[in-house]
Structure formats: structure tokens, C-alpha cells
């Protein structure tokens, strides 16, 4: 998808105080360091609520782009994350009552949010909604939405598993109720050209993800693939995978540390990566233009971190800043 000649200007000055790293395609991706750059003196604050759960390494990597994009900015910037819509809501009305600058939302749930984002347009609050909910985020009157498309990142998955013989894939998904995740599931099965399958698990509850995946693999020998959606599940289902005595390829949805290191290890084909670290950086660098400047970017259209793919290829090269937290 086209980026906006605003987020390519923005992008070319990030690389000016980022690290550079391959991404999708060996583009170039900058990703600026949380003490690269000093304050400037907004005084704003901002409220970033997502349905992370505190200790995600996925979204550890989103907290620390949008700080230090609020460290860049001299704005505060509150993090905080609830995997419970009702939860995510209180968090979203709290921040309202604060009288925030602006507030960053995923929207796994987008309907379960719809009053709590209400009620922020209606206090003229600026909502950048990221990650999930892309859909519904114009409608509920957000000024753009930060990440990537789901079914589109599925349908480039499911591409690259078919290539590499996948025939019967079980898709993992974590979270009961997320939009987004399925989404992902039903773009691999547009392109993967075979059977897919969809196993529900607790993200919470690693070890019993695990289980239930080897339990599967061991009961259905036809199954060949595993993709799932998450870092630490994929670390689940390598475990489950070995355990198993499968032959099943293994490839992931995002990043982490952990992932990075199976990927050089030959143990998961490739991650679908999102650029979390931009989830949490743009939209605090959008809020603030919006603040200072009444800037608005997208142009009704959401701006896309990802995706890109991650393998043994670039692996070594994303490795130190996965490490770094930036990836």
C-alpha cells in the first residue's frame, strides 16, 4: 500500500536519529533509539491504552516506541494495557476525565470500545487507534490508524507457507474475540491453497498452549504447518512441535527476541512483522503534530508499519535490535 508523502518526510527523519534495518523485501526501516533524541518541550500528555497484557513482549515493544517518542517530544506519556474490553474502556474514560492531549487505542474489540472512543471525540480528544480495529476507525471518529492490514499480512503468510509445502496449517489463535487475528487466519487460507484450521488458546497460559498443540499435531498427522499469532505462542508451539515428533514448519506473526534467535536456529520459517515499535512511536509523533500544529495524516486511510518478513536472511541484522527493544 502507498504511504503518504507526510509519513515518507516523517520516516526520512526518523532515520535521521534511527537505526536502520532490513525489513520486507531488504527495505530499509528506521526504528530510533529511546534516548536517540532530546526533548523539545510539548508539555503535552498522552494516554496510550492497549489490550496487551502487562509483560507482552509484543507490546513491551510498542511502550517503549511511544516513550520514547514522548521523550523526544518533552510530552508525559502514560502506558497501559488490559486484555478485558470492559477494563480497556474504564481505562479509556479514565484518561478522558484526566483531560489528556490525546489517546492511543488498539481496537481488538472494537465494538466492546465504541462508547468509551465516543466519549473521548465528543471531549474533543484526538484518537489514533493502532494495531486492531482498523476498520472501525474512522467511523468512530479516530484521526488515523497506525499498522498494518491483517487480511493482507495473512494472504503474504499463507504465500509463503504454500511455498514452502504447507498443505494442512493450524492457525493458533490466542485471543478469543480479537478481530485481527482472524483476520489473519482467513487471508493464509485464501493463498495457502489447502486445508486450514483454527486451535483457540489462552495466550496466558503458555504451558497449556503447548499441550494443546502437541495434542493436535499428534492427532492429526496431515497437519504440516502451524502459524501462529503471537511470539511467545510460537515459542509454544516450537516446544509443541518438538514434542510432538512433528515434522510441521512453523512460521509467526511478530517479533521477538526469542523469535529472532528460531529463526536463525532454522526452527521457524519466517515472522510477519508488523514494526510494533512504529505503533508506538507514530501515533505519539501524530498526536503531537496535532497538538502543536493541527496536522492530521492518512488522509482518511490507515498508515501501514507492516507487513514485512522476517528470515533467516535478515534475521542476524533485526537480532541486535530486537535486543535493543526497537524490534
Not at 502507498?2 to 516523517?10: E, G, M, S
Not at 526501516?29 to 498522552?46: D, I, K, V
Amino acid at each position: 500500500m502507498r504511504r503518504t508523502p507526510i509519513v515518507l518526510a516523517l520516516l526520512g527523519a526518523l532515520a535521521v536519529t534511527g537505526c536502520s534495518s532490513s525489513g520486507a523485501g531488504g527495505e530499509q526501516s528506521a526504528a530510533p533509539p529511546a534516548s536517540s533524541a532530546a526533548p523539545q518541550g510539548s508539555g503535552a500528555s498522552f494516554a496510550v491504552i492497549t489490550h496487551g497484557a502487562p509483560g507482552d513482549s509484543f507490546w513491551d515493544v510498542v511502550k517503549n516506541g511511544a516513550e520514547a517518542a514522548g521523550k523526544q517530544y518533552g510530552a508525559q506519556v502514560t502506558y497501559q494495557g488490559d486484555g478485558d474490553p470492559a477494563k480497556q474502556s474504564q481505562l479509556i474514560d479514565q484518561a478522558v476525565s484526566e483531560k489528556v492531549d490525546g489517546i492511543v487505542v488498539s481496537m481488538a474489540n472494537p465494538d466492546a470500545l465504541k462508547e468509551a472512543i465516543g466519549k473521548a471525540v465528543a471531549a474533543k480528544i484526538p484518537v489514533v487507534t493502532i494495531n486492531s480495529g482498523a476498520d472501525s476507525s474512522k467511523a468512530f471518529g479516530a484521526i488515523t490508524h497506525v499498522g498494518q492490514s491483517e487480511d493482507v499480512a495473512g494472504r503474504g503468510a499463507g504465500e509463503q507457507l504454500k511455498a514452502a509445502g504447507v498443505t494442512k496449517l493450524l492457525c493458533v489463535i490466542h485471543e478469543a474475540g480479537n478481530v485481527g487475528l482472524d483476520q489473519r487466519c482467513k487471508g493464509a487460507e485464501e493463498t495457502l491453497g489447502g486445508t486450514v484450521e483454527r486451535l483457540q488458546v489462552d495466550v496466558s497460559n503458555l504451558a497449556d498452549v503447548t499441550s494443546k498443540v502437541t495434542a493436535k499435531l499428534q492427532s492429526d498427522q496431515q497437519v504440516n504447518g502451524v502459524l501462529s499469532l503471537n511470539p511467545a505462542i510460537a515459542i509454544a508451539a516450537r516446544d509443541a512441535i518438538k514434542d510432538a515428533g512433528s515434522q510441521a514448519k512453523l512460521a509467526t506473526f511478530d517479533l521477538s527476541a526469542d523469535v529472532v534467535t528460531a529463526i536463525n536456529d532454522g526452527e521457524v520459517l519466517f515472522a510477519v512483522d508488523q514494526q510494533q515499535y512504529l505503533q508506538g512511536y507514530l501515533p505519539i509523533t501524530f498526536l503531537n503534530l496535532y497538538k502543536a500544529n493541527l496536522n492530521t495524516v492518512g488522509g482518511g486511510l490507515p498508515v501501514n508499519t507492516g507487513p514485512g518478513f522476517v528470515t533467516k536472511d535478515n534475521a542476524s541484522q533485526v537480532a541486535k535490535l530486537a535486543e535493543a527493544g526497537t524490534r
